[in-house]
């Protein structure tokens, strides 16, 4: 997948991740690995062809059948992620893209880690980590209070991902659209995390983690 090509900043002022101040995706990426693949922020068109050619391996199964309740890819649902959608692409040496994750801003100081898909032959290879890693990095650099993610609670790569990272489960979902989810906050802000942790939780404290890196900067 080639790059875009457009001047730094003018696909990010279309997206609604450009109100966090500072959010200008062009000067973090593309985020390069010593494989010679690299994680690119690209527009949602550009990849819908990714999208459609693995839909049926990404999620096990035809999106148009199932027990859920799968809405229709319209005009809507192609607007919503065109604006309110961080689309980040894994490409391989040779140019092949081989993954995308997809993140959006909740609100004026949440941003949500949304979904994720790596072919099969190409996990295990730390790019998701070191991803979501230079996410956090930027999205707290920029004053965003809190990140979150839900999660099948038989997912446990993520799960364990997401722990690695620090974040803690902060609740539950039940829905028609994706079945049981589990609520997975990572906060940014310390006076956020402390009213937290006195209001819900007992016990020790987490201790403070240093972030895992994995690859060059961009």
Same mark, same amino acid.
Request: aromatic letters at 12%; proline letters at 6%; a neutral charge.
């Given at each position: 997948?080639?790059?875009?090509?457009?001047?730094?900043?003018?696909?990010?002022?279309?997206?609604?991740?450009?109100?966090?101040?500072?959010?200008?995706?062009?000067?973090?990426?593309?985020?390069?690995?010593?494989?010679?693949?690299?994680?690119?922020?690209?527009?949602?068109?550009? =990849?819908?062809?990714?999208?459609?050619?693995?839909?049926?391996?990404?999620?096990?199964?035809?999106?148009?059948?199932?027990?859920?309740?799968?809405?229709?890819?319209?005009?809507?649902?192609?607007?919503?992620?065109?604006?309110?959608?961080?689309?980040?692409?894994?490409?391989?040496?040779?140019?092949?893209?081989?993954?995308?994750?997809?993140?959006?801003? =909740?609100?004026?100081?949440?941003?949500?880690?949304?979904?994720?898909?790596?072919?099969?032959?190409?996990?295990?290879?730390?790019?998701?980590?070191?991803?979501?890693?230079?996410?956090?990095?930027?999205?707290?650099?920029?004053?965003?209070?809190?990140?979150?993610?839900? =999660?099948?609670?038989?997912?446990?790569?993520?799960?364990?991902?997401?722990?690695?990272?620090?974040?803690?489960? $902060?609740?539950?979902?039940?829905?028609?659209?994706?079945?049981?989810? =589990?609520?997975? $906050?990572?906060?940014?802000?310390?006076?956020?995390?402390?009213?937290?942790?006195?209001?819900?939780?007992?016990?020790?404290?987490?201790?403070?983690?240093?972030?895992?890196?994995?690859?060059?900067?961009?």
């Amino acid at each position: 997948m080639a790059s875009s090509g457009k001047a730094e900043g003018s696909q990010d002022a279309a997206r609604l991740s450009s109100l966090f101040p500072g959010v200008v995706w062009a000067r973090h990426f593309p985020l390069r690995f010593p494989d010679g693949s690299r994680i690119e922020c690209e527009d949602f068109d550009a =990849v819908l062809p990714f999208i459609a050619a693995h839909q049926a391996r990404a999620f096990g199964r035809d999106a148009g059948r199932g027990r859920f309740d799968v809405e229709p890819f319209d005009e809507r649902k192609r607007l919503w992620l065109r604006f309110a959608c961080d689309c980040f692409v894994f490409i391989g040496s040779a140019g092949e893209p081989f993954g995308i994750f997809i993140g959006n801003p =909740v609100d004026w100081s949440t941003y949500c880690f949304r979904s994720v898909f790596v072919l099969p032959e190409h996990q295990g290879g730390g790019h998701y980590q070191r991803l979501l890693a230079h996410l956090i990095e930027v999205l707290r650099a920029c004053g965003v209070a809190r990140v979150e993610a839900d =999660v099948s609670p038989s997912n446990q790569v993520s799960t364990h991902i997401l722990t690695k990272l620090g974040f803690k489960v $902060t609740g539950t979902t039940l829905g028609e659209r994706w079945g049981a989810l =589990v609520r997975f $906050t990572l906060h940014l802000d310390e006076r956020a995390e402390s009213i937290f942790l006195d209001s819900f939780c007992d016990g020790p404290r987490p201790q403070p983690r240093k972030i895992p890196t994995k690859g060059d900067s961009p």
